[in-house]
C-alpha cells in the first residue's frame, strides 16, 4: 500500500464540492492524502465541521481538488470563508465540466471523485495520548471524507 500525505507546508489543493443547487464552494485543504483503500483509488480530505466548504461535501456525492502553484490564490482560499463573498468568481477560476466531471480550467491538476465513506475525527478513538491532547476536538471536530477517484 502506497500513501501519499500532505500538510500546509507542502500542500497545494484547493478542495471543491457542488451543492445540488450548482453552487460551488472551495478551501484550501490541510490535511490530504491519498492511496488505495478498500482495493480503490481513494483520496481522503480532512475538514472542520464549521468550514463553509463542509456543508458541500455533506450534500454532495462528488468533490474534486484542483493543484495550483500560487500561493497567493491558495492563502486566499483558506483565509477567506465562501460564506461572505463568491471566491471562485472573485479570482477569476473558470469551473468547466468535461465528461460530466467538474474541474478549474488552467490548473496543474485536477482530480475527481465520488464520496464513499464519512468519518467523524470526534468519534474516533485516539490510542496516542499526544495525538488526544493535541487533536481532541469537540463539536468543531474534522471530518473525513473519503473519494474514489475516477
Given amino acids: 500500500m502506497v500513501w501519499r500525505s500532505y500538510n500546509m507546508k507542502n500542500n497545494d489543493f484547493i478542495l471543491f464540492a457542488k451543492k445540488r443547487t450548482g453552487e460551488i464552494n472551495g478551501m484550501t485543504c490541510g490535511w490530504v492524502t491519498d492511496g488505495i483503500l478498500w482495493n480503490r483509488n481513494v483520496k481522503m480530505v480532512f475538514v472542520r465541521k464549521s ?63 465520488r464520496k464513499i465513506a464519512v468519518f467523524d475525527s470526534a468519534k474516533a478513538d485516539f ?24
Avoid: P
Fill in 51 to 113: 468550514r463553509y466548504t463542509y456543508e458541500f461535501l455533506n450534500e454532495s456525492e462528488y468533490f474534486f481538488t484542483a493543484k495550483f502553484d500560487d500561493e497567493k490564490l491558495l492563502n486566499y482560499f483558506g483565509a477567506v470563508t465562501g460564506r461572505d463573498e463568491d471566491k471562485i468568481k472573485k479570482t477569476g477560476l473558470k469551473i468547466v465540466t468535461e465528461n460530466g466531471k467538474d474541474m478549474v480550467e488552467g490548473a496543474l491538476e485536477n482530480v475527481y471523485m
Fill in 127 to 150: 490510542l496516542d495520548e499526544e495525538i488526544a491532547k493535541k487533536f481532541r476536538e469537540d463539536e468543531d471536530s474534522h471530518v473525513i471524507f473519503v473519494g474514489e477517484i475516477l
